[in-house]
């Protein structure tokens, strides 16, 4: 088991809950904008925020976002070793560097340092895209990422630095679940997981799930983002339902029928319509295109919906409660999810 690490008000490692973690695409110095959308990151259950800090004014900002905000904020710092102290000094709650490209020994020494003083951790760790030619010479890609952090790990640690959490992250599938057991074999801090550049949506959650679900199920990985080329907020959504399809997060799901000769309505829409209640309430829904055999296959959700040659039956626990018309199909299924759950769904 990992050790345990303090990221703001969230503890990681140790057997702690995994954390979701996802990444502002703002300017990170456009401060209203910014703490706009870590509101709506946290709300879709994000746990912790990275920002880039390119400059100054972003390291600056950090302060006035953090006064706006509840969630912690990670710094995301890359080549200048002073926007890392001046984001630490702004109250950033983590920061993450890549050693590589901070420079000399003594750059990271101070930054320990500071990062010591404010009693934050410091995220290390490699990516496929900034490996260093010596390391890429020596050993295999997956090898030479995971020596990579480990390098970076033991520069910390020779400054007297133990407040670590690692990442090692390739955009390929199997190399990120090879560089991570290695690392995971070798130190106890906690590991941040995700495939890095995804892809877009589909491509990503494929490759997501793949990689980090293979790397929890063995127990590897306190935090994880999945990344996705656009909206972050998506990438919460796709972290959240992974964690509650692997039972390591409480959570609602929907169940909807593949559709076939006997669908009796558009599954695909209201399968999709009521997705975020599912999340809102952590109830299972199913959304069944027949009663020939959505009754029965759809008997252990909390509540669902099958469809008739006039409408569709609500049904629980495998029992029709209620009769409703095809049009009305959605607004009865939310009103009696409220009902189950006494949650004000819009
Ligand atoms: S639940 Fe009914 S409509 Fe849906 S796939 Fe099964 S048989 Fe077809």
């Not at 954390?19 to 912790?48: D, P, V, W």
């Not at 997956?142 to 520069?155: F, G, I, R």
Request: charged letters at 25%; hydrophobic letters at 40%.
């Amino acid at each position: 088991m990992s050790k345990i690490v303090k990221i703001g008000k969230v503890l990681i490692g140790g057997g702690n809950p995994i954390a979701i973690q996802s990444m502002t695409n703002t300017k990170t110095a456009e401060i209203e904008h910014t703490t706009r959308q870590i509101k709506l990151l946290q709300k879709a259950g994000c746990e912790i925020v990275r920002v880039a800090v390119p400059d100054l004014e972003s390291a600056r900002a950090v302060k006035e976002i953090k006064k706006n905000v509840d969630i912690p904020i990670v710094a995301d710092i890359h080549f200048d070793y002073r926007l890392a102290i001046e984001a630490i000094k702004s109250g950033a709650d983590k920061i993450r560097i890549n050693p590589g490209n901070i420079g000399e020994d003594w750059k990271i020494k101070e930054l320990a340092q500071i990062a010591k003083q404010y009693q934050i951790p410091i995220r290390v760790g490699s990516n496929i895209g900034s490996l260093k030619r010596d390391f890429e010479q020596k050993y295999d890609r997956a090898t030479a990422l995971a020596e990579s952090a480990l390098h970076e790990v033991h520069l910390l640690e020779k400054f007297d630095f133990f407040n670590i959490v690692v990442s090692v992250k390739s955009s390929d599938v199997l190399e990120t679940i090879k560089a991570n057991e290695y690392v995971a074999h070798r130190v106890d801090y906690p590991i941040h997981v995700g495939i890095t550049e995804a892809g877009t949506y589909d491509t990503s959650i494929i490759k997501s799930s793949v990689g980090i679900g293979y790397l929890l199920l063995q127990r590897i990985g306190d935090t994880v983002r999945v990344s996705i080329a656009g909206d972050p907020i998506r990438e919460v959504y796709v972290a959240r339902r992974l964690l509650v399809s692997l039972h390591l997060r409480k959570g609602g799901q929907v169940i909807a029928c593949p559709t076939c000769a006997r669908t009796e309505f558009d599954v695909e829409t209201i399968a999709s319509q009521v997705e975020s209640l599912a999340d809102e309430t952590g109830l299972t829904i199913a959304v069944m295109g027949c009663v020939v055999n959505g009754i029965g296959e759809g008997k252990h959700a909390d509540i669902g919906v099958a469809g008739t040659k006039d409408g569709a039956v609500i049904f629980k626990d495998g029992s029709i409660i209620k009769v409703v018309k095809k049009e009305k199909i959605y607004d009865e299924l939310t009103a009696m999810i409220k009902k189950t759950t006494n949650v004000n769904v819009e």
